[in-house]
């Protein structure tokens, strides 16, 4: 497939070419049996390559591993190979020395954790077709049935599964599992990177637990990681897993295909010349996939494909809250040929093994350049050219990229975020291990020094007892049940069609007044509801099929509080300060947009209940010398505060591993905890992510890049590449980006 035709459009900005290069082998090692070799050579893999015979060394030796390799560079194969030895023919690299582990020496097991059902699924299909004949491989997720259940803990070699299964079912039933767990010698975490911000956090904690019961009952086992490329990958490891001196292989030795990445401005929007250029490359015998940033866009491409593609069968969407026969037929469609092309969120960026890809479109910057290269590597997975377009949306952030490929093209990758000690994630974990086995001081070892302060402080508040030092969860209830590892929130709805009761699929209950509001459009798989009611205490929304010509829109009103202040110091003529804030919001509204225009039809009021939310923030004010020198009305003031904040905000992505959905702002004229205009950013999660405090950290370089956007944009008073925002919760009103563009330059001096 030639992509110069494409190549040589007007819409193209900046184009990036990777040659191809031969891969560098190694032998297989020495501690492999020839049968396991017989198995790998039969499978088509002759030989390991440099880094996977690096990585299996590393943790046949014990040592905890993290590789970092790009997308497609056969990461699997490297943690694969020990855990065949051990769990297929018994060959450790590091002797057994508990004596209660002896016991079950004649049983090896490892463990493998996706942060999805559909990865997991992947790496069960994969693994069986390289290890021997009779290797018991066992998947785990919440569509296994009972027999699969009991196969799995009972007999399974290789148990695969997800952080969510293991924190619900396997560590609170841990006396069922001890055979498993006392002989667990690798625990395998792939696609680490995605653990990162809360999730991470919990995580992190999940698998404290898990090494916590797997020592109780005798075992030590090796942890072995795969990310794609960070710069602190070793930190980060170590963070994640929760051990020490963690090696990391990162120099990639497979081969590849000439890969040709495109910077691409859109003629007319992004949603249509991505729906434009997927028709145009399925057609043309190209299997490609759109990556589109929300499940409604991801949607809505597909169906505008579909219209334009000559054999509309062959398009597809995929997305996350698909159940599971609709994901597997559409994972099937791809790994057959049967789909050619794909409209996905990033539930398909996830590792899933769709080999073959010709093309990749990344419809808007992901927020992250790991984020982008890791979906850019589904493109020449089995080694032929193909062509990368990331499509620049109208914001700060990607008309700044367009503006400066290089921060694309030849800029590390961001550092990983993690902060597992988290109190408002840690006290829930503590309280559940609690359950599995009393905590005591001897368990620093897996949680840290902040445990034991954190368990007197869970016994003061009735959640554990305290019984000589020793903390007991004494509740008749299951302390996992009140942990919801995705966020620190509550359970997800379930948006279930009124007239059927079939559930067609679940949003997080933080988003769910935003996205299942009543009178909200829900877009799954080509179809469209319009929702009817939301019962936040029977967790369900029910809608009706409907096909309206627009879609909607959340208006919200916000109000924030400083709690905490942690630190501060000078930019410029201001002060940047971090700390803790309380976030009160509402959503007040939807509008409903016309489908195709975009233009706005009308607002709706709505009678929501207020929600808070406690987290971590960045902000910064206007001295008062300043705002008297300017002498602006306290409206003009607001507006000029409003304007730098979208587009701080749309710009934070290209300073911290996030994109502008994790984080949030507010903006005033006068705020009355500081007493002055005050520009606040913040997490967007419960405790905070880090990404506020990361932009603390880089304040001078984002707010460089803030006001190089706002006075380098052509528009004439601001438009989505600058200071128009897509989540503004009041539709953009009162912005002026002349007044926020010379603001900021006194601010910065």
């Known amino acids: 497939m030639r992509y110069e035709g494409l190549l040589s459009r007007e819409e193209v900005a900046a184009v990036s070419v990777r040659e191809s290069a031969v891969g560098a082998p190694d032998a297989w090692p020495d501690w492999l049996s020839a049968r396991a070799v017989a198995r790998l050579e039969a499978a088509g893999i002759l030989a390991p390559w440099r880094h996977q015979r690096e990585f299996a060394e590393r943790l046949f030796h014990g040592r905890h591993a993290i590789i970092c390799t790009p997308t497609g560079s056969g990461k699997s194969l490297g943690y694969l190979l020990p855990i065949i030895a051990a769990t297929a023919e018994g060959r450790l690299g590091v002797p057994v020395t508990s004596t209660r582990a002896r016991l079950t020496a004649a049983r090896h097991t490892a463990l493998y954790l996706a942060p999805t059902k559909a990865l997991a699924h992947d790496q069960a299909r994969a693994t069986q077709a390289l290890g021997p004949e009779k290797w018991r491989v066992g998947t785990l997720d919440g569509d296994s049935d009972a027999a699969e259940r009991r196969f799995a803990r009972d007999h399974a070699d ?92 990162d120099t990639d030795a497979s081969p590849h295909g000439r890969r040709t990445v495109a910077l691409w401005r859109p003629s007319s929007s992004l949603r249509s010349d991505t729906a434009e250029l997927l028709a145009r490359l399925t057609d043309a015998g190209a299997q490609t996939i759109a990556f589109v940033p929300s499940r409604q866009g991801a949607e809505l491409v597909s169906l505008a494909a579909q219209e334009l593609a000559t054999e509309p069968t062959r398009i597809a969407s995929y997305r996350g809250g698909y159940l599971a026969d609709d994901r597997r037929a559409l994972e099937a469609g791809l790994h057959s040929g049967r789909l050619r092309g794909l409209a996905s969120t990033n539930a398909l960026e996830l590792g899933v093994d769709v080999a073959g890809m010709d093309a990749v479109l990344v419809s808007g910057f992901p927020g992250r350049l790991s984020s982008f290269w890791q979906q850019a590597g589904r493109a020449g997975r089995r080694g032929q050219d193909a062509m990368v377009l990331l499509l620049a949306r109208e914001d700060p952030l990607d008309t700044y990229l367009l503006d400066h490929p290089e921060l694309v093209f030849d800029a590390p990758v961001e550092r990983a975020v993690l902060h597992p000690d988290n109190p408002r994630v840690l006290g829930p974990h503590l309280a559940a291990a609690a359950q599995e086995l009393p905590l005591s001081s001897a368990d620093e070892r897996w949680f840290g020094p902040t445990m034991q302060a954190a368990a007197r402080a869970l016994a003061a508040q009735g959640v554990l007892r305290d019984r000589g030092a020793r903390y007991y969860w004494t509740r008749p209830d299951r302390a996992v049940d009140f942990i919801n590892l995705r966020s620190l929130g509550e359970r997800p709805i379930d948006i279930i069609e009124r007239d059927t009761g079939r559930v067609v699929g679940m949003v997080d209950a933080a988003a769910a007044d935003r996205t299942v509001h009543p009178g909200a459009v829900y877009l799954h798989q080509g179809e469209t509801f319009t929702v009817e009611t939301l019962d936040r205490e029977e967790r369900q929304a029910l809608v009706v099929a409907s096909r309206p010509r627009y879609y909607t829109q959340a208006q919200a009103s916000f109000d924030i509080a400083i709690v905490r202040e942690t630190e501060r110091r000078a930019v410029g003529i201001t002060e940047v300060v971090r700390g803790d804030v309380c976030l009160d919001s509402r959503v007040l509204a939807y509008l409903r947009r016309d489908e195709v225009t975009h233009e706005v039809w009308d607002s709706t009021p709505l009678d929501l209940p207020n929600r808070r939310l406690t987290t971590q923030a960045v902000w910064w004010t206007v001295p008062a010398h300043v705002a008297s020198r300017l002498g602006w009305t306290e409206l ?92 503004c919760g009041n539709a953009n009103q009162v912005l002026d980006k002349a007044d926020a563009t010379e603001l900021l330059a006194l601010l910065l001096g």
């Not at 498993?180 to 395998?188: A, D, E, M, N, T």
Request: charged share 15%.
């Open 158 to 249: 290789l148990v695969l599964t997800n952080p969510d299964m293991l924190h619900f079912s396997v560590l609170p039933a841990h006396q069922r599992w001890a055979s498993f767990l006392g002989s667990l010698r690798y625990i395998v975490v792939d696609e680490a990177h995605r653990y990162q911000g809360v999730f991470g956090a919990h995580v992190a904690q999940v698998l404290r637990r898990l090494r916590r019961l797997a020592a109780q009952y005798g075992a030590e086992p090796v942890v072995a990681m795969s990310s794609a490329t960070a710069p602190n990958a070793g930190e980060f490891a170590s963070a994640l897993a929760g051990v020490d001196d963690v090696t990391v292989v």
């Open 636 to 727: 003009q003031m607001g507006a000029a505060a409003h304007a730098m904040e979208h587009t701080a905000i749309g710009l934070l992505p290209a300073f911290a591993p996030c994109d502008r959905w994790d984080i949030g702002g507010v903006s005033t004229a006068l705020h009355p905890d500081t007493g002055l205009a005050t520009i606040f950013v913040h997490d967007g999660m419960e405790g905070g992510a880090g990404f506020a405090q990361r932009g603390f950290e880089v304040a001078e370089r984002w707010l460089a890049a803030t006001l190089e956007r706002l006075g380098s944009c052509r528009c004439d008073t601001g438009c989505p590449a600058c200071v128009v925002s897509p989540k």
